[in-house]
């Protein structure tokens, strides 16, 4: 997952673009399964945050996932 600076998220916001992601423009997924569908495709390319980020959501048991320590751990072997 790329970071957009606070800047950028600012001009953004100025522009009126709050339902868009600053960086690539496409809209912000709505809702945990929309969520975790964009993170997953981002985690089956290698994306290293994403599987990190999965990790953390599979440890804390949000966005609709079940809590899994286990799981979490080996995500973040593996990022």
Not at 20 to 43: E, N, Y
Not at 71 to 77: C, G, K, Q, V, Y
């Amino acid at each position: 997952m790329k970071r957009v600076c606070d800047g950028c998220r600012l001009a953004a916001h100025l522009r009126g673009m709050n339902d868009r992601c600053a960086f690539c423009r496409t809209t912000r997924p709505c809702g945990d399964a929309s969520v975790l569908a964009m993170i997953q495709k981002r985690v089956n390319k290698g994306n290293v945050e994403a599987i990190y980020f999965l990790g953390e959501i599979s440890y804390q048991g949000t966005h609709g996932l079940a809590k899994d320590v286990s799981r979490a751990i080996e995500l973040w072997t593996e990022a």
